[in-house]
């Protein structure tokens, strides 16, 4: 009995073929399932890219990674395809998903075009490949020389976005016009920052955010209905740097500051840049002297580290799970505190309330510090830790892994056809014409090939904890072993430690008592850091985060005992 086939549909789009007849989903779906119907196949799936954002150049897409997982459980035996650039527009990333899904038992058929396993039938589809790989470039290399000499023209490009917070797009469409409501508002940014207030003090961008917020000024995002995580008329330092960083309110507004081919948001060089003037805001000279202060400000910041924490940016809060920050205060003694303290109840992330108490500096990193030298010097641990972090670094780049090794396969046999084509030719068995041609492309498909090998090898080199960071942390460990007295140790040190070893930490409150959840690669442990004060506690019963068994534990009532002199008086 014959069996039938099951056949897997696949389709992408991309942003250049939007109107193009048959390059949509539908026609695109439309043609494969007449294909596999008339093969006698059974369709058992139809996987469609969305055209936002899909780029027949990248491995990461959603449906092409879900065909493939299928195809590894070997849920079915055909991928159709309308033709090889809806598949990929990159040669490389085509010769690997093919290869994989070939692996997998999987044939991969083209409507538009048939392809024999034969050194011919390859030979086309490595040229048609090629060509894909050569339109898409040509077709990003015209939508870019366009738009820019669109802009030398005269008329402003936007690609659809917004005009920036002060201006409104012209009648025409062809420059920007200032608004008198938004622009008033650019000009107190600069005047706060430059000049002063009404008492000649400069505010920073923070303070400035804060007196905005306070005027219930809307912001960019308001103004045009654009989703924010803040509450209307709430601004954040960051947007009032962007709007003093900008120039376009000096009247320089610029084309091609970024390069987004390929998915990427690259900065281009400024020689790329393209100059259009528009409407100025503020003058030249004001802009000039905020970049001054900007520059200023920066080597005086108080964001600046002045203290030492050694959990610093490795903490969340273990209640409502947003970031920890540190803390120093001096209270009436004069003297200094340095606390974790959770963001939200800081008042620093938008919408979210918290009651976490603080966790005294001192205590907490004492505490993480001991732990972490007893992971460090217990007998095995150390071995044991390393060994079992590097297995699970080695599952999570096992696919990467994987494409390199499809990928040498792919480069051994393109060099072993370019090898055999030399012979040939120097054996008198090709003319001349035939050698140029095939050396051309096979030359391409190694090219191609070798830079995909790069990407991925540098891929992996970051997600790899090297031997020269596992030396470092078993000669750490040696020096702990030999007698290194508490203390020794300098800051620098204990902190290098903290980061090879990846150390996390969640800090919560449970039955009034303090925990911190601290883990790393070789372990993980709860450490009790004390007891909550009486108000702390209050706030975490109150808090709808912490446990059901806190919330119900009812209130303790104390009485004061009079004294015998007030028991006397009573009688």
């Not at 918290?354 to 732990?371: A, E, G, I, M, N």
Request: with cysteine; glycine share 6%.
């Amino acid at each position: 009995m014959k069996t039938i086939k099951r056949a897997v549909l696949y389709a992408r789009v991309s942003s250049d073929d939007r109107g193009k007849e048959g390059r949509n989903l539908a026609g695109q779906l439309e043609m494969c399932r007449d294909f596999a119907l008339d093969n006698g196949w059974q369709v058992i799936a139809e996987l469609a890219e969305d055209d936002r954002g899909a780029s027949g150049a990248s491995f990461e897409l959603p449906e092409l990674n879900h065909a493939r997982d299928m195809a590894q459980k070997g849920e079915f035996d055909v991928l159709v395809v309308r033709e090889i650039d809806r598949l990929s527009r990159k040669l490389a990333k085509q010769l690997i998903v093919e290869e994989q899904l070939n692996r997998a038992g999987v044939e991969v058929v083209y409507v538009l075009a048939s392809y024999e396993n034969s050194p011919e039938g390859r030979l086309n589809k490595h040229i048609r490949a090629t060509i894909a790989e050569y339109e898409r470039e040509k077709i990003a290399e015209r939508m870019v020389r366009g738009r820019r000499q669109v802009v030398k023209n005269g008329k402003i490009m936007l690609h659809g976005n917004k005009p920036p917070f002060g201006y409104r797009l012209s009648e025409d469409g062809k420059n920007l016009v200032i608004h008198e409501e938004e622009a008033a508002v650019v000009r107190l940014v600069y005047t706060w920052y430059v000049e002063g207030d009404e008492k000649g003090r400069r505010l920073s961008t923070r303070e400035i955010s804060k007196r905005l917020t306070q005027m219930r000024v809307p912001t960019w995002a308001d103004l045009r209905g654009m989703f924010k995580k803040r509450g209307k008329g709430e601004w954040s330092g960051r947007l009032v740097y962007r709007i003093l960083q900008s120039e376009t309110y000096a009247g320089h507004w610029h084309y091609g500051k970024r390069n987004t081919f390929g998915g990427y948001h690259k900065p281009n060089a400024r020689e790329w840049w393209l100059a259009f003037n528009v409407p100025p805001i503020v003058s030249e000279e004001m802009w000039e002297k905020a970049k001054l202060q900007r520059k200023a400000n920066v080597s005086v910041s108080k964001r600046n580290i002045k203290r030492e924490y050694l959990l610093r940016g490795r903490v969340r809060c273990g209640l409502c799970h947003t970031s920890v920050n540190c803390y120093a205060t001096v209270p009436h003694e004069r003297k200094l505190y340095l606390y974790y303290k959770c963001n939200a109840l800081m008042g620093n992330i938008a919408n979210v309330k918290c009651h976490l108490p603080s966790f005294r500096v001192d205590v907490v990193d004492k505490l993480v510090w001991d732990w972490v030298k007893a992971l460090l010097t217990q007998p095995g641990t150390l071995e044991t830790g390393l060994a079992e972090y590097q297995e699970s670094r080695e599952q999570f780049i096992a696919p990467i892994r994987d494409r390199l090794l499809v990928l040498d396969d792919l480069w051994q046999d393109s060099k072993s056809q370019l090898d055999r084509v030399l012979d040939l030719y120097i054996s008198g068995d090709i003319p001349r014409e035939l050698l140029v041609d095939k050396k051309q492309q096979l030359e391409t498909t190694l090219t191609s090939l070798e830079k995909e090998r790069d990407d991925l090898n540098l891929n992996l080199e970051t997600e790899t904890i090297t031997e020269k960071d596992i030396q470092q942390i078993r000669e750490f460990a040696l020096h702990i072993a030999e007698g290194l007295g508490p203390g020794n140790e300098t800051f620098d040190d204990r902190r290098r430690v903290i980061e090879l070893l990846d150390v996390g930490a969640l800090m919560t409150v449970e039955d009034g008592q303090k925990f911190i959840d601290i883990w790393c690669f070789l372990g993980r442990n709860k450490l009790s850091v004390g007891s909550t004060s009486s108000r702390s506690a209050a706030r975490a019963r109150n808090c709808p985060r912490c446990s059901a068994r806190t919330r119900r534990r009812p209130h303790r009532t104390y009485h004061r005992v009079p004294s015998r002199e007030a028991r006397e008086e009573m009688i």
